[in-house]
C-alpha cells in the first residue's frame, strides 16, 4: 500500500479550546520526573502553568525553573544518595540474589519510599500558610505519578480532577483499577511472566497477586492511614484513590504490552517522549562514522545505576575491545582497564538521537521502560540486562516478540555477553521484528504526546471525566462479584430439591405404610 | 478556557500510506446497511473499492452502485416485507405485549434471520464459480456487522482479516468477547438495565446473561454447525469467529454507553454518520422558520416501521395540534384525521440537518441507536417511544443523563404523550444535559469517522491486528478462571490442615492412653 496518505482530511467540526490552566504537579524523582517534564514542555508551549512539589533534597527536580513554579518540602533523605546507594549495592550483591530476594527488596524500598513521603505530605498538611496557598491558587488538575500515594491524597484534599502519568501500579496494577483483569493470561507486574501462562506459571502469578495484594493492605495503607483519616472526609485508602482518577496517562502501548482489557479512562501513551532523531554533535557523529558497515553499539544502565560491579564491568569491556562495531558506553565508574580505543566512555549521551541513527545496531540496556519504549520508536533491537523493578518485565516483552535478548545479571561474563552481542547484531529476525514492532508502534492516528496534551486538556474543560469511570468498585466486594445473588440462586435451587426429595420420600413412606399395614 | 486550539500542532513523524484497498463487504440490511454505506463512502472516496455481498430481495441494498460491485445471493424471503410485516404486527399489539414477550419475539426473529443467513451461505459455498471468485479476488480484509454471522464465517473460510462494524452482539456483548464484564454493573443487552443495580437488578442481569448464553450455544451455533464442520478446518462457532476479529469499530462510545472494560482491538466510533448540518431545502427551511420562539418538533420511527398503530396515531395527532410548534412527522400510514396545518407529514425527512437546526427543540424517537446517537451529536433531547431490539436499552442511556424521557408504547395516549412533549420542551434541564453530552461527545482527538477509516486501513497496512486481542479465549475454561489453580491450592491446604489435625490427634491419644497405662 503506498499513495494516498493519512493526514486528517476530514473537517474537525468542533474545536476544543483550552488555554492557560493551572496545574499541580506532584511529580516523582529520577527518571520519572526526565518523563514528566516532556510533559510539561510540550503544555507549557500551549499556554498551561504548573506548580512542581518537590523535596528539598530532591535528585533531578530543581527549584529554579522557567518551566515551572516550584514547591519546596523540607526532606531529610538525600534521594540520589539514598536510592542510588540502595541499589548500587543491590547490583553488587545481585550475582548472590535470587529472583525472591529481588522481589522483596524491591518491596522494602517501596514502602520506605513511602513512609519518606508520608513524611513530606504530613509537612504540606501541617503547615497552615502552604494548605492555603493550595487552596487560594485554584488549580485546574493535580497531575502526578502514583507510584508513590501523595499526590493522589493532596488531590482528594483539595477536590481537584486528578490525572496520572503512570508506568506500572505497584499495588497491582490493572488487577484492582485499570479493568477485570483475569490472572490467567494477564501477568502481575514483578512476575516475570507473559500472556501465555502453564498451570506452574498461573500459580506463580496468583501467588504474586496475593503478595501485591498484601503488601498493599498491610504495608502501603497503614502509612497514610492518620493522613486519610485527620484530613479526607470519609477516609481513604490508595486503591480507591487510584480508581477516582480522572484520566490515566499510561506509558505503554499494545504493541509493547501484552494485550489486556482497560476501563475507558485509560490512555496509552507509551513513547510519547520520543521525536524524530536530531542530528548528533559533530564530534559523536565523526565517532559514529568511523565505524563504518559495522555500526555501532550503545549501551546505558539509566539513570539510577552508575556502574555494573568492577569484575562484569572488566568484561564487558574486553568484549567490547574484541568487536568490530564502534562502542558508545555511558558508564560512570572506574575507566575498565581492558578498554580500547573503538569505545567511548561518556557521562550521558543523547541516548534517543543515537537510537534514532541509521548506524546503531544494538542497545545495551537495562530495561527501564523509557529505553525500551525509545528501542521500539527507533527501531533498535536490544541486549538487555534487567537490574529491578519492572526491568525484567519490560525486557521479556521485546524477548517475546524476538526483538531483544535478555541476560540475567548473575550470568553476565565475558563469554555470555559476547554470545548474546553476536547474536543479537548478527541474526536478522532480532532487527525485523523490532523494526516490525516500530511500525506498529508509530502507526497511530495522533501521536502518543498529542494523545497526552489532548487528555489534561479534556480534564480541563470538561473539569474531570466521571463519565469515563466505573464507580463499580464502591460496591461490596460480595456484589461486584455477584455472590449474594448467586448463594440466594443456589438456596432457592437447593430448598426446590430438597423440597421435591421430602415429597416424594413422604409419598413413597406412605405407600409403604399402606402396603405393609395391607400385609399385616 | 478559550484561546489555544486543538489542531495537531505536533509533526506526524510516521505518515501511514494504503491505497485501493480491496474490501469484500458483508452487510446487514435496513438501517444497518446506511450505516455501513456512510463508512463505504468515506472509505471510497480514499480510493478502496468493494464488493459487496447482498440478497437477490434485499431491502435497502441496491444491485447497481457506483460505490461498489455487487455479489447478489438468491433468497427467498423478502426482507422489507417480512421484517417490517413481523414488527409492524409486533407494534401493532404492543400494548398487550409484556416486556418478555417482546423479548420473546426479539429472540426468535434473531433465530430465524440466522436460519435465512444460512441457506445464503450455503448457497454461497456450494457454487463452486463463487468460492473461486472470491478466493481468487485477494481482497485485503472481510468488513462485515456480525449481528448475523456469515460474514465471520466467510471471512474463516478465505482466511483474511476481519473487521466488524458492529452495534450490540445478540451472543451477549462484552459478556463474550469484548473484554471480562463483571455483570454487576455491566448491564447485558436488551435487560433495560443501567450500570447501577440493586440485588434484584443484578439478579436480572444475571438471569437475562444466561438466557443469551442459552441461545448463543442451542439456538444460534446450531444453525450454522454444519457449514462450520464441513467447510471450516478444525470446526467453527459464532462466538470464537467474533473473538478473533481483528478490530470491532463500535457503534458507540462513553458519552452514550456506561463505562465498561474493552480489549485494544475495540474502536468506539458512535456517531460516526454525524457531519455538521447542511443548509435545509428551500420550502422546509420556510417552514422551520414559520415555527418562531416556538420551535420545531420532529418525529420519526426510523426505518423499520412505518407507522404507529391507528388509535395512537390519531391521539398523537390531536396532540400536535394543540402545540404551538410547528412539527415535521416521518409517517407513512393514512393521514390522521386530527391533523391541523403546523404538522407537516413527509415520507422521509433530511433527519440530520433538521436535528443540526437552531429552531429544533425535541426529538420524538423510536430510539434506534442512529437517531440516539445524532440526537446526542446535534445535541437535541429526546422524547422516545422504544419499539423493539435495543431501542429502550438506547433511551434508557439518555434518560439516566436526564437528556431524554422514555414512555412505553402500550402506555402511548393523548394525555401521557402531551405531559411528555411538554416537559421535553419546557424543562430547561432536557436541553442542557444533552447539549453537556453533545460536548463531550463532540471533544475527540480526532472524529469518530477518522477512527474507523483509519482502523480500516490499519488492518490493511498489517495485514490483521493480531496484537490487539488476545487469545486467551483458546484456554479451557477452568484454566481462564484459574479454577485448576485454586482447585490445587485449596486441596494442598486441605491436606496440610488435615494432616496436622491427625498428627495431634496421634499425639493426644499416645498420651491419654501412656496416663491411663500409668494410672491403671
Not at 57 to 68: G, V
Not at 152 to 175: D, F, M, Q
Not at 332 to 356: A, H, Y
Amino acid at each position: 500500500f503506498s499513495g494516498l496518505t493519512f493526514k486528517h482530511l476530514f473537517l474537525i467540526s468542533f474545536t476544543p479550546h483550552c488555554d492557560g490552566g493551572n496545574i499541580l504537579v506532584f511529580p516523582l524523582d529520577g527518571s520519572h520526573w526526565i518523563n514528566m517534564k516532556i510533559l510539561l514542555e510540550e503544555l507549557h508551549a500551549r499556554g498551561h502553568n504548573f506548580t512542581v512539589i518537590r523535596p528539598s533534597t530532591s535528585w533531578y527536580i530543581s527549584e529554579k525553573s522557567d518551566l515551572y513554579t516550584s514547591i519546596t518540602i523540607e526532606t531529610a533523605v538525600d534521594f540520589e544518595h539514598f536510592f542510588g546507594g540502595c541499589l548500587q549495592e543491590q547490583v553488587e550483591g545481585a550475582s548472590l540474589m535470587t529472583a525472591f530476594t529481588l522481589t522483596k527488596n524491591f518491596f522494602s524500598l517501596i514502602s520506605f519510599a513511602h513512609s519518606l513521603w508520608y513524611d513530606a505530605l504530613k509537612n504540606i498538611f501541617d503547615d497552615q500558610n502552604m494548605i492555603k496557598r493550595l487552596r487560594d491558587s485554584q488549580y485546574d488538575l493535580v497531575l502526578t505519578d502514583p507510584a508513590l500515594a501523595p499526590g493522589l491524597i493532596l488531590a482528594k484534599y483539595l477536590k481537584l480532577p486528578l490525572v496520572l502519568n503512570v508506568r506500572w501500579i505497584t499495588s497491582g496494577e490493572g488487577h484492582f483499577v485499570l479493568a477485570p483483569s483475569p490472572l490467567s493470561y494477564i501477568p502481575v507486574p514483578g512476575s516475570g511472566l507473559t500472556e501465555k501462562m502453564n498451570f506452574i506459571q498461573r500459580l506463580k502469578n496468583i501467588l504474586f497477586y496475593s503478595i501485591i495484594l498484601f503488601q498493599q493492605k498491610f504495608v502501603v495503607d497503614p502509612v497514610y492511614n492518620d493522613i486519610c483519616d485527620k484530613y479526607i472526609e470519609g477516609g481513604c485508602d490508595v486503591i480507591s484513590l487510584l480508581q477516582g482518577a480522572d484520566i490515566w496517562l499510561f506509558r505503554s502501548d499494545f504493541v509493547f504490552e501484552f494485550p489486556r482489557p482497560t476501563m475507558p479512562n485509560v490512555v496509552y501513551i507509551g513513547g510519547f517522549q520520543c521525536k524524530p532523531a536530531r542530528p548528533l554533535p559533530a564530534e559523536l557523529e565523526e565517532f559514529v562514522q568511523s565505524a563504518g558497515q559495522h555500526g555501532v553499539i550503545i549501551m546505558s544502565l539509566g539513570t539510577l545505576i552508575n556502574a555494573f560491579p568492577k569484575e562484569i564491568t572488566e568484561e564487558i569491556a574486553s568484549v567490547f575491545a574484541k568487536m568490530p562495531q564502534k562502542v558508545i558506553w555511558k558508564h560512570k565508574g572506574d575507566r575498565p582497564s581492558t578498554l580500547r580505543n573503538n569505545t567511548l566512555i561518556v557521562d550521558w549521551m543523547p541516548q534517543k538521537d543515537l537510537l534514532g541513527h541509521p548506524q546503531t545496531k544494538v542497545f545495551v540496556a537495562h530495561g527501564g521502560t523509557n529505553g525500551v519504549q525509545e528501542a521500539i520508536y527507533y527501531g533498535v533491537p536490544v541486549l538487555g540486562i534487567p537490574l529491578f523493578f519492572d526491568q525484567y518485565d519490560n525486557l521479556l516483552r521485546l524477548q517475546e516478540r524476538g526483538a531483544g535478548k535478555i541476560i540475567q545479571l548473575a550470568d553476565v561474563n565475558g563469554h555470555s555477553f559476547e554470545q548474546g552481542l553476536k547474536e543479537v547484531i548478527h541474526q536478522e529476525s532480532y532487527r525485523q521484528n523490532i523494526q516490525r514492532l516500530s511500525r506498529l508502534h508509530r502507526d497511530q492516528p495522533i501521536t502518543a504526546m498529542e494523545k497526552a496534551v489532548f487528555w489534561v486538556e479534556y480534564v480541563m474543560r470538561h473539569k474531570g471525566a466521571r463519565h469515563l469511570r466505573t464507580e463499580a468498585y464502591k460496591m461490596p466486594w460480595y456484589s461486584y462479584y455477584c455472590l449474594d445473588v448467586l448463594f440466594i440462586l443456589l438456596s432457592v435451587v437447593t430448598v426446590l430439591l430438597l423440597s421435591i426429595v421430602a415429597v416424594f420420600r413422604f409419598l413413597c413412606c406412605r405407600r409403604q405404610r399402606k402396603r405393609k399395614t395391607k400385609q399385616s
